[in-house]
């Protein structure tokens, strides 16, 4: 192994670089402000996933503060980590040199892992745990050590208390064990060994989620209403396929641990990848839930390859390029390489009524400083008294994320919200005499106030739409008994 070493270390560094140019630019996203704020707010679970993405941000405030470039590293070393691993299991399956560089390359050319692995949310962890534990797996299957069983089941732990579709990884694994020696290992005590430290790990959570009506169930209604019933089954299929080259590299893997004589023992990873596959196509899942398997694949696509052209070994880098090189103009979409007026240029965008138009994610990372400078400003104009009783009430968990974290230099109160786990950690003073709004809509405010002032409709050139022309109030004499007003909300929190 250690001759691979170098390759290695290039292609990991490659990928460090590329990443870190992104994470520089722009601001936070709407999401990573809601991880962090829940870092603040420890717990065995939180309304919309699992706690360890707050355990993350807490090592990432201990670390760094709330510095873009420190809270960006933890994904992006889980980023670098699955490409070493993608490496080492390509040793693992049989592949030499070209077969290892090979998929090394394809971890390059994923584009939508720049995404993934550049903003701070759990998905990028959830790859790294997909990946970390089918590593283990091989690790077995080559050695029979039941250490590695053991390390199985600890990744499937922290796996479960990252992401819950962890739980469809592990249904894969156990269906793909079957076909392992006719299912000789569910006769195997350190299996189960390893499957009671998962699910004494993942415990808490559970616990957790009975103390609080499970939530998650209440949130995937939501989710599947709101997003993933809009999820056709033939847009699965066509995201995937739109990648082409590495698409093939995909198919590739699939029928290396099907067809290959070399890759037979591992049949029990097609298998299982077929299963999850399957099971997150019919469930109607988001695309980029089944990305955490392209690690794997790539491994076995890249042995098959350079099976294939065992005789002519030098066209395993024509492949390479053919993967790499069509892929390398898209990476400024996937991670925020260039300054946004070059990004601009890159993308051709137009002006239109003083307006861009970004795609999603980049236009969620603007406005937010913009939005608590302004409140700022509002929150300081108030009297002595009126500060020591002021409550700020953010529309969302955006806004509200902002205000918690981005606020903190500006010594602002912690401001309070109605969306997901920021309604969990309640409604502050309600005895408040003065309320700062932020983003709420004037019925909603009517609602709540006798006395409203609007200070100003915030804009921002480069915000998402619904962070743009937004209202920022003044409130006063409530006309509601807060509490009940806040219990009330509780069914529309995911809304």
């Known amino acids: 192994m250690k001759k691979y070493l170098p390759l290695i270390f290039v292609l990991a560094l490659v990928k460090l670089i590329i990443q870190w140019l992104g994470n520089r630019n722009y601001g936070f996203h709407r999401d990573e402000l809601l991880h962090l704020s829940v870092s603040e707010h420890l717990d065995w679970g939180f309304m919309e996933f699992p706690p360890f993405i707050a355990f993350v941000g807490k090592l990432s405030y201990w670390f760094f503060d709330y510095d873009l470039l420190g809270v960006r590293l ?8 699955i490409l070493v691993l993608c490496c080492f299991m390509t040793k693992e399956l049989g592949g030499k040199f070209r077969a290892v560089l090979l998929a090394g390359i394809c971890i390059l050319a994923f584009v939508p892992f720049y995404r993934n692995q550049t903003l701070f949310q759990p998905v990028a962890f959830d790859q790294l745990f997909w990946t970390l534990g089918l590593y283990f797996l091989i690790k077995f299957i080559n050695s029979k050590n039941k250490r590695f069983l053991i390390l199985t089941g600890i990744t499937l732990g922290f796996g479960l208390l990252n992401k819950y579709t962890m739980l469809v990884w592990a249904f894969g694994i156990c269906i793909g064990l079957l076909f392992y020696k006719k299912g000789s290992l569910y006769r195997n005590k350190w299996l189960y060994m390893s499957s009671i430290v998962a699910l004494l790990m993942f415990l808490p959570n559970i616990i957790w989620q009975f103390n609080h009506d ?37 198919l590739f893997g699939f029928m290396g641990l099907f067809f290959s004589k070399r890759l037979r023992a591992f049949k029990v990873l097609g298998i299982a990848c077929l299963v999850i596959f399957f099971t997150m196509w019919l469930a109607g899942a988001k695309t980029y839930y089944i990305f955490a398997l392209y690690p794997v694949l790539f491994s076995a696509g890249a042995v098959f390859v350079e099976q294939l052209l065992v005789k002519r070994l030098n066209l395993v880098y024509a492949v390479a390029g053919f993967v790499l090189l069509p892929m390398v103009y898209f990476i400024p979409e996937a991670t925020p390489m260039l300054p946004i007026e070059q990004f601009v240029k890159y993308k051709g965008l137009e002006e239109v009524d003083g307006r861009y138009e970004l795609t999603g994610d980049y236009a969620d990372m603007f406005g937010w400083e913009e939005q608590v ?8 104009s108030l009297g002595d008294e009126e500060r020591q009783n002021c409550m700020l009430w953010a529309e969302n968990y955006g806004e509200a994320g902002a205000l918690k974290i981005l606020g903190k230099p500006y010594d602002l109160p912690n401001p309070i919200c109605r969306h997901g786990s920021f309604w969990s950690w309640g409604f502050g003073n309600k005895e408040a005499s003065v309320w700062i709004s932020l983003g709420n809509e004037r019925p909603s405010v009517e609602h709540v106030f006798e006395d409203i002032e609007q200070v100003k409709m915030i804009t921002h050139k480069y915000a998402i739409d619904e962070e743009h022309n937004i209202p920022l109030y003044i409130c006063r004499q409530p006309k509601v008994d807060i509490e009940t007003w806040w219990k009330a909300y509780e069914p529309y929190i995911f809304d």
């Open 74 to 81: 933890f994904p992006t070393l889980a980023g670098v980590t």
């Open 214 to 250: 499970f939530p998650l169930v209440r949130h995937m209604k939501r989710l599947h209403e709101g997003q993933l019933d809009a999820i056709g089954p033939l847009k699965f299929i066509l995201d995937q396929v739109e990648m082409a080259p590495i698409f093939l590299m995909f």
């Open 373 to 380: 400078a302004l409140v700022d400003s509002v929150y300081r």
